[in-house]
């Protein structure tokens, strides 16, 4: 290739600008990284912190839950998970500015996320009204739609883009309230809603980092680095439990910054394909249990919030397994569930994606069943056969 003349400093100068560009865009990804970093790190050194405290104060306060019936463990357990994630993130906006900031930007988003908290730790120790309960989770849930925070299209779900103003507040409010109900829900077993809000906190976090969001993705690896340090107490044998407070805590944050990601422009396109289709994957294994639960209620006569025994996870445990296999497996199962629509999501709708989730997740549970049933056969005919 021959310059003409006059063309060399052009060149040069592009050169010297692009290596500029380049080189300040890797030194702010650095920055965002230590940032993130230090994140994960000063949510743990505050879990580290208040949550030994909170269980000395518990059993002095009586904020323990008591064993009953449905319940495996024999002493009084503290209900404190949800105190300290809260804390936690209190702790530790003192040190982070872009924690600061987050939560001050979108006051109507911290007020309601730390109102429902706050509601799940008053019934843990109140024991609220159903009814009082849904009402808040409805008013945080319109609160956080009417703040901006909503869906403002369906993204090609069943063929629709853009959706009017009315479905935006609606769809809103039953996503916020029913995976927040939906997580709630599934806090039944030692470590299984941790491990599941852990991972699902993770991806976001790293999504709200690819989005440029540093605020969002320094809250949920705060968030991250507590769940750590709650886990190793949540663990079997549990010396702690999540109780209404963290779950419900965290069912709202994970949905609200759900609904908010999916909608903020990505740099990468390859990501943003994916979201519509990675995000319903999140909370797949929690929202659909809880409606298979539901429905089976429904069907036998109950009342769908009647108590009982017929979530994923008692399947698994009436299947001899102990809690913590019990965890590993639908933690497993939820781990599959989203690097599949990642993978897939470039050859599969969000539809059929969803389809085969419900698919996957009722085929699962119909196996335990049948697993179930079938050994419980096999023991009778043995017991018949010895008694010949």
């Known amino acids: 290739m021959v310059l003409r003349l006059g063309e060399w400093p052009t060149s040069v100068s592009h ?33 580290r912190l208040v949550y030994p405290l909170l269980i000395r104060l518990s059993q002095k306060l009586n ?14 357990v503290p209900l404190v998970g949800g105190i300290g994630i809260m804390a936690g993130i209190c702790l530790t906006s003192i040190f982070s500015a872009p924690l600061r900031n987050i939560l001050t930007a979108n006051l109507s988003v911290t007020i309601s996320l730390f109102t429902l908290g706050i509601t799940g730790v008053a019934d843990d120790r109140l024991d609220l009204p159903a009814k009082l309960r849904l009402l808040v989770q409805l008013a945080c849930a319109f609160a956080v739609a009417h703040s901006g925070i909503r869906l403002f299209s369906l993204h090609g779900f069943m063929g629709i883009y853009s959706i009017p103003e009315f479905l935006q507040y609606s769809l809103t409010i039953i996503l916020i309230a029913g995976i927040t109900n939906a997580v709630n829900l599934v806090d039944g077993i030692d470590g299984l809603a941790g491990s599941l809000a852990l991972v699902n906190v993770t991806v976001l ?23 750590l340090v709650f886990l190793k107490y949540n663990w079997r044998p549990a010396k702690m439990f999540m109780g209404d407070g963290g779950s419900l805590f965290l069912g709202f944050l994970m949905s609200v910054s759900a609904i908010y990601l999916i909608e903020v422009p990505y740099s990468a396109k390859g990501v943003a394909n994916a979201l519509p289709v990675v995000l319903p994957a999140l909370f797949a294994i929690p929202v659909i249990d809880a409606l298979r639960v539901f429905a089976g209620r429904v069907r036998r006569g109950l009342s769908p919030l009647a108590a009982d025994r017929t979530h994923l996870h008692h399947k698994l445990i009436q299947h001899f397994m102990l809690h913590n296999a019990a965890t590993k497996k639908i933690i497993t199962l939820h781990l599959l569930l989203i690097s599949g629509a990642f993978a897939l999501h470039t050859w599969i709708s969000i539809f059929t994606t969803v389809l085969l989730m419900l698919a996957l997740i009722f085929s699962y549970s119909f196996f335990l069943d049948f697993a179930q049933n079938f050994s419980i056969w096999y023991r009778r005919m043995r017991h018949y056969e010895d008694t010949l």
């Open 15 to 47: 050169i010297l600008v692009h290596h500029h560009y380049s080189t300040k865009k890797d030194k702010n990804m650095e920055q965002i990284q230590y940032a993130l970093l230090m994140a994960v790190v000063t949510g743990m050194a505050a879990a």
């Open 205 to 227: 976090g790293v999504l709200a980092a690819l989005a440029d969001e540093t605020g969002v993705a320094s809250l949920l690896f705060v968030v991250a680095g507590v769940l």
């Open 63 to 76: 904020f323990t839950d008591r064993p009953n019936y449905r319940k495996t463990h024999r002493e009084p």
